[in-house]
């Protein structure tokens, strides 16, 4: 796990068609700066990068990735599911994503993370969310280092608040967390990211909905001398 010292300011615009979601947005991130928040389509949204939450196999037949594929045409499943077969060996664990080229002008890049396992699964009892966004701007990072500056903006939408039947306000928090560790660390792989996350928001549960956390990285052994 390597700490942000250094990166270029990058644009977050968080929109979503459902209001109790842009609402929950507005409460869980109004001490942070550099996020935009409106009530709109993601397919509006003229940036580097368009986030989608998937399923494990990129299987895009349902809600926003569905739209996605309308939109962008079927060879964006193709690419994205071509990415998961080679990198993660045909399927992407929650925590995971994959950051592929769109084939279009806007966005330039598509990032698909799982919220979930299957299709239309109930992940409300779940830390799903938070891996997932953390995940997508991990992926972020990924590509930056591969073609840096290549992603400058990006668009989200709320993260398993509808398929997923997640609440709007934890929703809300989680992708906070996710976001807020962007800005702190980037990861050496998912597995750092993955067991980060589930070890300091594992009981998370018992918290009430407004609760936000931000992620601590774990200890770097102190060296001997």
Request: aromatic fraction near 6%.
């Amino acid at each position: 796990m390597t700490v942000n010292r250094e990166q270029s300011p990058l644009k977050v615009v968080l929109t979503d068609i459902n209001t109790q979601v842009v609402q929950a947005w507005r409460a869980a991130f109004a001490d942070t700066p550099g996020i935009e928040i409106r009530k709109g389509s993601l397919l509006d949204e003229t940036v580097d990068a368009w986030v989608s939450p998937t399923n494990s196999r990129g299987l895009m037949n349902g809600g926003v990735d569905a739209a996605i594929k309308r939109h962008l045409g079927a060879g964006i499943q193709l690419r994205v599911q071509r990415a998961i077969r080679d990198r993660f060996a045909g399927r992407l664990p929650v925590g995971s994503a994959v950051c592929v080229p769109s084939g279009a002008v806007n966005p330039k890049f598509l990032i698909s993370t799982p919220t979930m396992e299957q299709s239309s699964q109930n992940v409300s009892e779940t830390l799903n969310v938070a891996l997932a966004c953390a995940a997508a701007f991990q992926a972020i990072h990924q590509q930056n280092r591969q073609e840096p500056g290549s992603i400058g903006s990006v668009a989200l939408v709320g993260m398993g608040a509808r398929t997923g039947r997640v609440p709007a306000r934890v929703c809300a928090n989680l992708m906070w967390t996710g976001y807020t560790l962007f800005n702190d660390f980037s990861f050496d792989d998912y597995d750092d990211l993955r067991g980060t996350i589930i070890a300091q928001l594992d009981d998370i549960d018992s918290a009430p909905q407004e609760t936000r956390v931000r992620i601590a990285p774990p200890k770097r052994p102190t060296a001997r001398r």
